[in-house]
């Protein structure tokens, strides 16, 4: 009986902590500094309640109190579902995105980690006979413990986070827990018997109220790489419909007019028509990041001779996409289910264009698509002639501007043509913005007579001042950037109140 608590106790911790990145997510997003302050927060508690719990069991080694710590973690497993929107919510906006995600991180999940961490040097105690054959004792209920930790893993990675939601899976994995507390010591039946009732019908009623917004309209989902969130919206000054998918905390990653699905909402979107100047005569185009599909579906509408490929790691966006964005099959258009730099690496017949607007959470691409290996990888998918159209977010001058004008030094070294433009204001040095990176080997000869086009080109930028190092594999700041540019927007939001 103990050893099935031990391995449902590393089970239950592992689930936890991969759940946990979804929890922050919509709040912090899931960059390099969420997981290191969640991981390094989890291993902390684990290490005080190893020190507490093997202090309990000298002094008092009875199965009794064993199984009211597992019963206690199992209720701050629940706490972890029941308090985390407010808490987030109470956090964010309070400081730079280091101490915020460490905050959150010690609130949510160090009681239950604590609890759990004091669980194994209890087990052993209590298991100990004789001091000959106290290290294998020991090392068979660590075995144990960490079996059960990479079975929850490979649970909630590839069966609990796809198919069940971020609360349900805390609600199903204090349930557990509440059994794994019974093993350990069968009494107080009455207690364990109540808190597993309430814990499946907080399952249950986590499930109508998802039925329930999405009946109305809000989606909240979880997919094998994000959580997502789908809701409908109005666009400020023409109260026009939309549905909006956002995956982090800042912005909208997708928008849709829903009395016209075609029609491009978001500004950035608009920009990618920059490829009927750059290569009015293309042919084949390469959409990295998919998101609502938004261009793509445009893209298939006014570009009747126009193939399009697009690369989407997740499949529950696309998925997403299918259900809530009016994405259909077409003869034209093709989805790949991989990593947009794995697709690189396979990529036979080369692009007219190819459009990146992929992003980790928060506000960058992820590292490994902006090095200068990278680059070359794109630069080998293009045509001679060909244009690469880039999505990112920053300021054009300032602590924002750090990230972009370190990717336009990267994209230089491999094109000869590298120019920018600002989707909102190029006059604003200061404002933080979309900006679409422009990338070929020749620029155009012709000049463009669209009135639209025409204002997308008066927004473009000059090049930076100053000497800039380009990403590479080996060295590519991208999360260092975003917390200095956490820590500035928080700043600059400080002074403007």
Same mark, same amino acid.
């Given at each position: 009986m103990l050893?099935?608590?031990i %391995?449902l106790c590393?089970a239950? +911790? *592992?689930i936890i902590e991969l759940?946990g990145s979804?929890?922050l997510a919509p709040f912090?997003?899931t960059?390099?500094?969420?997981w290191t302050?969640?991981i390094?927060?989890?291993l ?9 719990g093997g202090?309990?069991a000298?002094?008092? $080694?009875? @199965?009794r109190?064993l199984?009211?710590?597992v019963l206690?973690?199992?209720w701050a497993?629940a706490a ?5 929107t407010w808490v987030?919510d109470?956090?964010q906006?309070?400081?730079?995105l280091?101490t915020?995600a460490i905050?959150?991180?010690v609130?949510?999940?160090a009681?239950?980690?604590i609890l759990?961490? *004091?669980?194994?040097?209890f087990? /052993?105690?209590l298991?100990l ?10 090392g068979s209920l660590?075995?144990?413990s960490?079996i059960?930790?990479?079975v929850g #893993?490979?649970?909630?990675?590839f069966?609990l986070?796809?198919?069940v939601g971020s609360?349900a ?6 349930? %557990?827990l @509440?059994l ?6 069968p009494a107080a039946?009455a +207690?364990k018997? =109540? ?7 907080a399952?249950f ?5 998802d ?5 109305q309209?809000f989606l909240?989902?979880? @997919?094998? &790489?994000?959580? /997502?969130?789908? !809701?409908?919206g109005k666009?400020?000054?023409s109260?026009r419909l939309t ?11 997708s928008?849709? !007019?829903?009395d ?7 500004? !950035?979107t608009r920009f ?7 290569r ?6 390469l959409?990295?990041g998919?998101?609502g &599909?938004?261009? $793509?579906? &445009?893209?298939?509408a006014h &570009?009747?001779? *126009?193939q399009?490929?697009v690369?989407?790691l997740?499949p529950?966006?696309?998925q997403?996409?299918?259900?809530h964005?009016?994405?259909?099959d077409h003869p034209?258009?093709t989805? %790949?289910?991989?990593d947009?730099? @794995?697709? +690189?690496r396979?990529i036979k017949?080369?692009y007219?264009v190819?459009l990146?607007?992929v992003?980790?959470s928060?506000y960058?691409?992820p ?6 290996e990278?680059?070359?990888l794109?630069r080998?998918?293009l045509?001679p ?5 880039v999505?990112l977010l920053?300021s ?5 501007s750090?990230?972009?004008k370190a990717?336009r030094?990267?994209?230089?070294t491999?094109?000869?043509s590298?120019?920018a433009?600002a ?5 604003d ?6 900006i679409i990176?422009? =990338?070929g080997? #020749?620029?155009?000869?012709?000049t463009a007579?669209?009135p639209?086009?025409?204002q *997308?080109l008066?927004? =473009?930028?000059p ?5 800039f190092a380009p990403?590479?594999?080996d ?5 260092r950037f975003?917390g200095?540019?956490? #820590? ?9 109140s």
């Amino acid at each position: 009986m103990l050893h099935s608590c031990i %391995f449902l106790c590393g089970a239950a +911790l *592992m689930i936890i902590e991969l759940t946990g990145s979804r929890i922050l997510a919509p709040f912090l997003g899931t960059s390099l500094v969420v997981w290191t302050s969640l991981i390094g927060i989890i291993l902390a508690s684990l290490s005080l309640g190893a020190w507490w719990g093997g202090l309990l069991a000298d002094r008092h $080694p009875h @199965t009794r109190l064993l199984g009211r710590i597992v019963l206690l973690s199992a209720w701050a497993t629940a706490a972890i579902g029941l308090s985390k929107t407010w808490v987030l919510d109470f956090l964010q906006g309070a400081g730079g995105l280091h101490t915020i995600a460490i905050i959150a991180t010690v609130a949510l999940f160090a009681p239950a980690a604590i609890l759990l961490g *004091m669980v194994p040097p209890f087990a /052993v105690r209590l298991c100990l006979e004789d001091r000959d054959h106290g290290g294998r004792t020991s090392g068979s209920l660590y075995a144990i413990s960490t079996i059960g930790s990479i079975v929850g #893993t490979f649970l909630a990675g590839f069966v609990l986070i796809a198919w069940v939601g971020s609360t349900a899976i805390l609600f199903i994995t204090a349930a %557990f827990l @509440t059994l794994a507390s019974w093993l350990a010591d069968p009494a107080a039946k009455a +207690l364990k018997g =109540a808190s597993l009732l309430l814990f499946v019908l907080a399952v249950f009623f986590c499930r109508q109220q998802d039925h329930w917004l999405a009946q109305q309209g809000f989606l909240d989902q979880d @997919t094998p &790489y994000n959580r /997502v969130l789908v !809701y409908t919206g109005k666009e400020s000054g023409s109260d026009r419909l939309t549905r909006e998918m956002v995956t982090g905390p800042q912005g909208r990653q997708s928008a849709m !007019y829903l009395d016209d699905p075609v029609e491009l909402v978001l500004p !950035y979107t608009r920009f990618y028509r920059l490829v009927e100047y750059f290569r009015p005569q293309a042919r084949r185009m390469l959409v990295l990041g998919g998101g609502g &599909y938004s261009f $793509p579906k &445009y893209a298939l509408a006014h &570009y009747p001779e *126009m193939q399009i490929d697009v690369v989407e790691l997740d499949p529950g966006i696309t998925q997403l996409a299918r259900s809530h964005f009016g994405l259909a099959d077409h003869p034209r258009l093709t989805i %790949f289910e991989e990593d947009a730099r @794995t697709f +690189l690496r396979k990529i036979k017949q080369p692009y007219d264009v190819i459009l990146c607007d992929v992003f980790n959470s928060h506000y960058t691409i992820p590292f490994h698509l902006v090095t200068v290996e990278a680059i070359h990888l794109l630069r080998s998918a293009l045509k001679p002639d060909g244009v690469i159209l880039v999505n990112l977010l920053a300021s054009t001058e300032g602590v924002s501007s750090r990230f972009y004008k370190a990717l336009r030094a990267t994209f230089q070294t491999d094109f000869a043509s590298v120019q920018a433009y600002a989707v909102v204001d190029a006059g604003d040095r200061q404002l933080w913005q979309n900006i679409i990176i422009a =990338a070929g080997n #020749t620029a155009p000869a012709h000049t463009a007579s669209d009135p639209e086009l025409l204002q *997308m080109l008066s927004h =473009a930028l000059p090049d930076p001042f100053g000497e800039f190092a380009p990403f590479t594999d080996d060295y590519a700041p991208v999360d260092r950037f975003l917390g200095e540019l956490s #820590t500035h927007r928080e700043t600059a939001e400080k002074k403007d109140s």
